[in-house]
T-cell receptor, first 115, second 112 residues
Framework: DTGVSQDPRHKITKRGQNVTFRCDPI?????LYWYRQTLGQGPEFLTY????????KSRLLSDRFSAERPKGSFSTLEIQRTEQGDSAMYLC?????????????FGPGTRLTVL | EDQVTQSPEALRLQEGESSSLNCSYT??????LFWYRQDPGKGPEFLFT???AGEEKEKERLKATLTKKESFLHITAPKPEDSATYLC?????????????FGSGTQLTVLP
């Protein structure tokens, strides 16, 4: 097991197009998180899954954003009708309640550029 | 609303020059305070979790401490490879919420 993986690592799209990102968590982790990070800022929480259930969604997550984790394993984040303001690094993290501190381990991120 | 403020925004040190990074927080009941290291273009790398005031944790040249209002990351005799952005985050207690609230980070540069 090599940690959290994300695909693609980079995505360039035109305004108005739809994009989808994938996250594969650490295999025994049942909690999965999506964050967004812009230059010079810390990551901002978007949404959280425990197994296949989406338990928390940030106010930042507009109707154009949707996330799924259909079988409690990998997750997808879709952005519809992208806007230039969506340009950011999208980070996925996973954790396990078996860890003493519920530490979240992050993937390498997907860098989205909207032209 | 949970808030995290980190200072300074940027710090330049000579190799071997020890210093501290500050993380001030307000949270409605602290479940945990987390420190991460982030290299350019990469995801944050977990360093420490602290749970209660007075707790300390160490890893190589780094030591993290916690009070009821702030946390410090002490860097002793840093090396150029310690150059990175250091992020602090809090996790609030209660309910099903597990998300982290991050500060904006301190960008550390260690010069040889």
């Amino acid at each position: 097991d090599t940690g959290v993986s994300q695909d693609p690592r980079h995505k360039i799209t035109k305004r108005g197009q739809n994009v989808t990102f994938r996250c594969d968590p650490i295999s025994e982790h049942n909690r999965l998180y999506w964050y967004r990070q812009t230059l010079g800022q810390g990551p901002e929480f978007l949404t959280y899954f425990q197994n296949e259930a989406q338990l928390e969604k940030s106010r930042l997550l507009s109707d154009r954003f949707s996330a799924e984790r259909p079988k409690g394993s990998f997750s997808t984040l879709e952005i519809q009708r992208t806007e230039q303001g969506d340009s950011a690094m999208y980070l996925c993290a996973s954790s396990s309640p078996r860890l003493p501190g519920d530490e979240q381990f992050f993937g390498p991120g997907t860098r989205l550029t909207v032209l | 609303e949970d808030q995290v403020t980190q200072s300074p925004e940027a710090l330049r040190l000579q190799e071997g020059e020890s210093s501290s990074l500050n993380c001030s927080y307000t949270v409605s009941g602290l479940r945990g305070l987390f420190w991460y290291r982030q290299d350019p273009g990469k995801g944050p790398e977990f360093l420490f979790t602290l749970y209660s005031a007075g707790e300390e944790k160490e890893k190589e040249r780094l030591k993290a401490t916690l009070t009821k209002k702030e946390s410090f990351l002490h860097i002793t005799a840093p090396k150029p490879e310690d150059s990175a952005t250091y992020l602090c985050a809090v996790q609030a207690r209660g309910g099903s919420a597990r998300q982290l609230t991050f500060g904006s980070g301190t960008q550390l540069t260690v010069l040889p």
